[in-house]
């Protein structure tokens, strides 16, 4: 059996997909934002087609859900970070093991490092935007040195729908604080090729990252109501 080579070209809805995706990663939208087919469409400069399509792929992915006559960013419940973050805790770490092994070679090592230095100079700034910016970078930098696709678009997935979360909270110092401490034990672990440290350090800041995100947006240990930004 034969079948004739499919064109490559990404479609309007794959640009429209993308494009929105990467506003949902921005760690610029807020759990309930409201995204209206009609209004993309005219923003956008296309029709309601491919703005439908891509909406109804990120419905399918969890990082919207239909809503009415828009679709809007959900409202995470404590179980919905529990589960969230159960999966993170199993796939993340062993990722980055793949990955200690290689960045002892400083030229491979470098987006990763670019991406600390960034991270850190945003903190001492006090820029919040750029440290959301950085972060996403280092995540970026060594997913791609992970030799499985399948795992990096699984470990993608998930980290995305935490964005919602992190909206809410990497404005606060002590958060970034966290963050970072976490984010440097890694890089340690990293430069010294060493593969299982690498995995404990990740496990650590995926625990520390979700300890401060429940904290922050006020969800107690038993709570399953949306997640809220807390007053002041």
Known sequence: MTFPVMDRTPTLGDKVYQALRTHL??????????????????????SRTP????????????????????????????????????????????????????TVDPVLRAPIEAAMTATIAADRAGDVKAFREANAMFRAAWLALVPNERLVKVIDLHADHMQHVRALTLGAPEIRAIVLRNLERVMAALRAGDSEAAAAAMLEHLA???RAYVAAVGLDENA?????ETAG
């Open 224 to 228: 399953q109501q949306p997640a809220q």
């Open 208 to 210: 520390g990252a979700k």
């Open 25 to 46: 990663r921005s760690g610029t939208v807020y759990p309930g934002e409201s995204f209206h087919e009609a209004a993309l469409a005219e923003q956008m400069g296309v």
């Open 51 to 102: 703005v439908r399509e891509a909406l109804s792929r990120l419905a399918n992915e969890g990082l919207l859900i239909q809503s009415r006559r828009s679709f809007v960013t959900p409202e995470l419940t404590r179980k919905d970070i529990d589960d969230i973050y159960q999966i993170r805790f199993l796939v993340e770490p062993d990722a980055i093991r793949l990955v200690a092994a290689r």
